[in-house]
């Protein structure tokens, strides 16, 4: 009964709740959306300052003055035609350094012919070995400069490069010879190595002594320098070369 | 209770006419409160209506009436890379209100006096005491003063922002740009020009993007003004163009002027020598004289002799030449020499009618074709005879502006394709206007060998820039001062293509009465004073614009070196 009569009431009070819930939705909408004209505002505000600032980093740094500067303390000129490389290759030529022959290697390795064959005593096997198999032909000896250590390599890519340098020149073979002994001597476990296995395989032992050394010179040689001057230059490097590459 | 009688209960008359009078008032009363309770609930219900339509539409308290945007008050400038050249600012200006003054009027014009001393203390004391409602003491005032200013604490005195127009390279590129005038109007330049563009709301939002590059012409300005002050010319033009796009890289004129500080421009420095000046500009034009010939079918090839007299008598005149040849002369020789006589022969059998027309097609008869208002218009001779024909093929007796020349080259090394001149840069909003054939191709391409002769051999060689194969041709005409050619004053000028085994860029330069100078050995003509800053300012620009420098490499020379006697390297003059 007294609910019934209280009726109206209820719905007046849901109704003004339900108004009250809308606007107060509205209310929060309408304060976002000022919150987010405000953050828009100060966007631009802050655009125009960031002009602003522009506009007098631009006029106290006007080309104007940068050329006054650059008269009066800096003297800055515009690159000469010479000062352009057209590409990397001209670019890495400029820092090449220069090419110089090396004088020290192959003084050593013209004396050493003959202390090599005389050290049968020192104990230092692989230089003997390698002495006297750069005794035995001129054909040999070239495989021994351009031999490698390294298992893969195979006895037919060698007899393939040798030939070449022997035609070229018989002479230098000792030369590269040489440098085996002074090399191999701080290296008693390589030499011990081929002191054991010297029957079996002759010329891998005495490759073994001879890469050793050779390796330790071409550190000093310039790879990409041109081919030096004349024919026993030519042959030295290319077999400095091919070592290098099967490197 | 005593029963009631019925005299009693029975109402009197009057009494009754009273109840029935109350009654009728009651439902008046009752009427009008009606009324007034429905009028006030109908103010109740618009008022809680307009509260509920503000609630939800309204504007709330703290809403910035919509967000501005940033749409400056005139539109920008920019150059071709987008680095402002024109800008509007807020700037401050500090104006009084002499009649609302409250102060001491003496004490404040002493301290006004003391912060800004451009008026003394009587002025500002007259100004004060006139009484006029309001003066301006000073605009684009410095934050400092304004500052200082406000410390006085005068509430007769305003400060206030206003938009003003700042040009942050000051005079770079001030011809170009132009200034607009006190009430924010373009006065001058792309300013006036562009007006309507730059303050119109609805695109002043966009800068307006120019084809000048800013590096370029700052190298182009100061090259220039250092061979102007060194040879104490009175003034100097010169204009870099695109060749392809007829796109105008850079254009100046000096005497420069500020054109933050309009008020002080004088005349001069107003005057734009690139597009209003008009200069007969000499030898430059001998060039066109060749590839009229040329297409004409009167010159077919650099090996065709002519005569070269030491002078050459003809229509009652006589042609001179600076160093005449004195022997038949083949037409590579005409030009590496910058021969007078020779020209005036090949011109002269073109033949007035032709030349007028080959004129006209390169837009030499009209002022030229550029948006800027500064335009000059093209002197010519009044009376186009035979002999004047000849004069015109070598530059002498007709005058165009050095942005003319500049469009001339560019349409002779475009393959003779012609491209209106334009400082607006060349892109989706300004696409590339269709050119118009001048030359053939095949003339265009054999010139590039010619002029390249003319800077490796002839009178251009110290315009060289080593790498950058620059060929061109030296100017020098002599000024006409009252009415008369003068002997000793000229207009030198240098027209150029870079690179020339492919052409990109042509530049040309101009100085107006150089002096001569010790190491010139008394000349002043073209090739001492012009051609150096020439080859200077390549050597600067070129590497900007993109052309890489070749030492190995030149345009095929061996269309013109045959037709040179003896390779021998003389100095010449123009």
């Known amino acids: 009964m007294s609910v019934r009569s209280f009726h109206s009431v209820y719905m007046a009070g849901t109704v003004a709740a339900a108004a009250l819930g809308c606007y107060l939705v509205s209310l929060r909408v309408a304060s976002e959306r000022a919150a987010l004209e405000g953050v828009e505002t100060r966007i631009v505000q802050t655009q125009s300052d ?11 740094g006007r080309l104007d003055q940068l050329e006054q500067w650059n008269a009066s303390a800096l003297s800055l000129s515009a690159p000469a035609a010479n000062q352009f490389v057209e590409d990397s290759f001209q670019l890495a030529k400029l820092a090449a350094p220069d090419h110089h022959l090396e004088v020290k290697a192959p003084v050593i390795m013209a004396s050493a012919p003959a202390p090599a064959t005389q050290p049968v005593l020192g104990n230092d096997q692989s230089d003997q070995t390698a ?10 000896l070239v495989h021994e400069a351009s031999l490698k250590i390294e298992p893969r390599e195979t006895p037919e890519v060698e007899a393939i490069v040798s030939p070449a340098a022997a ?3 018989p002479a230098p073979k000792p030369l590269v010879s040489k440098p085996a002994q002074p090399k191999s001597k701080p290296e008693p476990a390589a030499a011990a190595a081929a002191k054991a296995a010297p029957k079996k395989t002759p010329r891998l032992s005495i490759a073994s002594a001879h890469t050793e050394t ?9 790879p990409l320098a041109p081919l030096p001057y004349g024919k026993a230059h030519a042959a030295h490097s290319q077999q400095f070369r091919d070592s290098d590459r099967r490197k | 209770m005593n029963a009631p009688t019925a005299a009693l209960v029975a109402p009197r008359p009057e009494r009754l006419r009273l109840v029935g009078q109350r009654r009728q008032i009651l439902s008046m009363m009752h009427q009008r409160l009606m009324l007034g309770m429905l009028l006030y609930a109908g103010i109740v219900a618009i008022i809680a209506l307009r509260l509920v339509y503000l609630a939800a539409f309204g504007v709330h308290a703290g809403e910035q009436g919509g967000v501005p945007a940033l749409i400056p008050d005139r539109g920008d400038i920019i150059d071709r890379d987008g680095e402002p050249l024109a800008r509007t600012i807020n700037a401050w200006s500090i104006a009084i209100h002499p009649d609302k003054v409250i102060g001491d009027k003496l004490t404040l014009a002493g301290k006004l006096a003391q912060v800004m001393p451009e008026r003394s203390e009587a002025d500002y004391f007259a100004m004060l005491k006139s009484g006029k409602p309001f003066v301006y003491l000073q605009r684009r005032a410095s934050p400092d003063l304004v500052q200082a200013v406000n410390a006085i604490g005068e509430p007769g005195i305003e400060i206030q922002r206003e938009p003003v127009r700042l040009y942050p390279q000051t005079t770079l590129a001030a011809h170009v740009i132009g200034f607009t005038n006190i009430d924010g109007h373009g006065a001058y330049g792309i300013e006036r020009a562009f007006d309507n563009q730059l303050s119109d709301p609805a695109r002043r939002g966009a800068p307006v993007q120019l084809s000048i590059s800013m590096k370029v012409q700052q190298a182009l300005e100061h090259e220039l003004s250092d061979a102007m002050t060194h040879f104490s010319a009175i003034g100097a033009a010169g204009v870099v163009m695109d060749v392809h796009t007829g796109e105008v890289l850079a254009m100046t004129s000096l005497p420069a002027m500020n054109p933050n500080a309009p008020g002080q421009v004088t005349p001069d420095q107003m005057f734009n020598r690139a597009t209003q000046g008009v200069y007969e500009l000499g030898s430059t034009f001998k060039p066109f004289t060749l590839a009229m010939a040329m297409d004409s079918g009167i010159v077919r090839s650099f090996g065709q002799m002519y005569p070269c007299p030491k002078e050459l008598p003809a229509y009652g005149h006589t042609v001179h030449d600076t160093e005449p040849y004195g022997r038949p002369c083949s037409v590579a020789e005409i030009m590496k020499n910058s021969s007078n006589i020779g020209m005036a022969q090949i011109a002269d059998q073109i033949g007035a009618a032709r030349q007028q027309a080959w004129l006209k097609k390169m837009g030499f008869l009209s002022p030229v074709a550029i948006e800027l208002k500064e335009r000059g218009r093209p002197l010519t001779p009044r009376t186009w005879g035979p002999f004047e024909t000849m004069t015109v093929g070598f530059g ?6 050095p942005l003319q020349l500049a469009m001339g080259y560019a349409t002779l090394f475009d393959g003779g394709v012609y491209h209106p001149p334009t400082i607006l840069k060349i892109g989706p909003n300004h696409p590339l206007p269709p050119g118009r054939r001048v030359f053939t191709a095949d003339t265009s391409y054999r010139m590039r060998s010619l002029l390249r002769l003319v800077v490796t051999m002839g009178t251009g060689r110290k315009a060289d820039a080593p790498g950058y194969r620059v060929g061109g041709k030296t100017g020098t005409a002599q000024k006409v001062i009252n009415g008369r050619y003068s002997q000793s004053v000229n207009i030198t000028s240098f027209a150029g293509v870079f690179p020339m085994d492919d052409p990109r860029y042509v530049m040309v330069m101009m100085l107006d ?14 090739a001492w004073n012009i051609g150096p800053a020439f080859g200077r300012t390549v050597s600067r620009i070129a590497p900007m614009l993109g052309v890489e420098p070749d030492m190995n490499r030149e345009p095929d020379m061996s269309e013109v070196l045959p037709y040179v006697q003896g390779a021998q390297q003389t100095t010449k003059k123009d």
């Open chain 2, 513 to 526: 009465s150089p002096k001569a100078m010790p190491e010139t050995f008394g000349f002043t003509t073209a």
């Open chain 2, 396 to 401: 002498q007796g007709i005058a165009v502006a």
């Open chain 1, 167 to 169: 035609r070229n020149k």
């Open chain 1, 50 to 60: 960031i002009r602003m600032l522009q506009t007098e980093i631009g006029t106290r």
């Open chain 1, 131 to 140: 002495v006297t198999t750069s005794q035995d032909s001129p054909q040999q």
């Open chain 1, 214 to 222: 050779k390796s330790v010179k071409l550190a000093e040689a310039d």
